[in-house]
């Protein structure tokens, strides 16, 4: 059995990131039948105070034989069944930094409690009733949520937002079944099956799938988030437009060619939606051994990259060097950014809006920036959405997003709906309509956890950090 499944005995581990000498507040979290004996056994509290259920206790935590003080904590109880896993929880509030939270936990650990695996709390929530697989999976969501938008898709997930939805497309399929199955055990009893009626309701419970399936990409997308690559040739603003971009002083600019030596990064949000923003080394021929390493690398980002942003000077135009650079950008999304418009004079800029406009068809979009004065920005931001919104992937008013393990069984369940309605329109017997439901029936409950197998669980609580 998956160690994940085998759930059995009193578990700990330390609920918060520790840093050392940073922390303010470190958790140790127990759960289990021990929990209380563990804790009455560690915890000393001074005074006359009520050890009941939902109080917190203040006092120190202490080794049982020695009697040596290992912090002064503060110790919160949550009996079952009123507590995340409904099981016995206690929780060590000690003060932060690396040594004292260890030691709790090793305490926690010689008196009967084991280190929790990855997610097994959850776990416990999840097979103990607390909550169904859809909320645990948006638990791990919100913990990684890199944007608000995407912290508020994980919360719609935790209150149930998309379980319910799921839950009724299954129960439609389980009435539909038990209409089917009545006729076959009792034909003689009841009026011939409405085949019409049976292909209308498959029909609009596959409409309904096909809707929660259009969220995936929009999930994906809150939760990685967009990798953009800032390419082109050396000295035509990439590492100024990063800065103004990201509003700080992340990257070197000078006049001279080759500044960049390296790949610099900075973590943005535009839309709702992460951006990983790549800065890269000017793409040249070079004899200099750092900047070719340099000029590598920011060809390995460009490749990787899901959006480039192509970036020329505007007073010398699209030049051969930047055709070469195009050559090598171009199986990716594009969109070409003219910097330094702003050092042009009017006839100068119609002559380069021209020049791009003829190369404008090849690209997703161009725009024009002065980075150096902040100038173009808000439109680079628009020209990102605008190609999001064009690939049909929506980044605001976020409600409910199913992930890549929702959208498969999502996949299979439809699949099966449309050969039950092949079997009903060739007149096969009732026997064969039913096949085919089952299976989408199963599916649709994988999702919730209402029919799920140990590999599965395993798959999904192992991405889960320790001590949640």
Same mark, same amino acid.
């Given at each position: ?5 085998a ?14 000498q ?8 127990v ?10 056994t560690? %915890?000393?509290?001074?005074?006359? /105070? ?10 120190? &935590?202490?080794?049982p ?7 002064e ?22 003060? +932060? ?8 936990? /090793? ?51 935790i ?8 839950r ?42 096909? /809707?929660?399936?259009a ?6 997308l ?5 990798k ?22 992340r ?11 390296d ?25 200099d ?7 590598e690398?920011?060809r ?10 192509f970036t ?7 030049s ?35 020049q791009?406009?003829? %190369?404008?068809s ?5 725009i024009?920036?002065a ?6 920005i ?5 020209a ?14 976020v ?33 064969f ?6 299976s ?6 994988e ?13 999904? %609580?192992?991405? %889960?950090? &320790? +001590?949640?």
């Open positions: 059995m998956s160690e994940l499944l759930h059995t005995g009193t578990i700990a581990a330390i609920a918060t990131a520790v840093v050392p940073q922390g303010s507040v470190g958790i140790v979290r759960s289990g039948d021990l929990s209380m004996a563990i804790a009455q560690i %915890f000393y509290a001074p005074g006359r /105070q009520l050890w009941e259920s939902h109080r917190i206790i203040y006092g120190y &935590i202490r080794h034989q020695t009697k040596q003080v290992i912090d904590s503060l110790l919160l109880i949550m009996q079952a069944p009123r507590s995340f896993t409904r099981e016995d929880v206690v929780e060590f509030h000690c003060h +932060g930094g690396i040594i004292a939270v260890q030691a709790v936990l /090793q305490l926690c650990l010689e008196n009967g409690a084991r280190l929790a695996q990855p997610g097994e709390f959850t776990l416990r929530a999840f097979l103990n009733g607390r909550l169904d697989l859809t909320q645990a999976e948006s638990i791990a969501d919100l913990v990684g949520a890199k944007s608000p938008q995407a912290a508020q898709s994980a919360l719609a997930g209150t149930g937002k998309l379980a319910r939805p799921i009724k497309l299954r129960n439609q399929c389980l009435d539909i079944l038990a209409e089917i199955e009545a006729r076959i055990d009792f034909e003689e009893d009841l009026p011939p099956v409405n085949e019409l009626g049976i292909i209308t309701e498959i029909h609009n419970i596959s409409l309904e799938i096909q /809707q929660l399936l969220t995936k990409e929009r999930g994906e809150l939760r990685t988030g967009l953009v690559a800032i390419v082109g040739r050396p000295n035509v603003g990439k590492s100024s437009l990063l800065n103004a971009w990201s509003q700080s002083d990257a070197i600019v000078t006049d001279l060619p080759g500044t960049t030596r790949v610099i990064e900075s973590q943005l949000v535009v839309g709702g939606i992460p951006i990983q923003v790549l800065d890269t080394a000017g793409i040249r021929e070079t004899v051994q750092v900047e070719k390493i340099g000029v690398r920011s390995h980002a460009a490749n990787s990259a899901d959006l480039v942003l020329i000077d505007a007073t010398v135009g699209f051969d060097t930047d055709q070469e650079i195009y050559q090598q950008v171009k199986h990716r999304p594009v969109i070409l950014v003219v910097n330094k418009i702003d050092l042009l004079n009017s006839s100068e800029q119609e002559k380069i809006t021209g791009i406009r003829e %190369f404008s090849l690209i997703s979009s161009y024009f920036t980075a150096a004065k902040n100038v173009g808000e439109q680079l931001e628009n990102i959405l605008n190609l999001v919104q064009k690939d049909k992937i929506e980044a605001a008013n409600d409910i997003a199913i992930n890549q393990r929702q959208a498969a069984a999502l996949t299979q369940a439809k699949i099966s709906l449309k050969q039950v309605e092949m079997t009903i329109r060739e007149k096969l017997p009732l026997d309509w039913t096949i085919d439901l089952r989408a029936i199963h599916v649709l409950g999702i919730t956890g209402e029919e799920i197998t140990e590999s599965v669980l395993d798959r999904i %609580f192992s991405k %889960f950090c &320790i +001590g949640k």
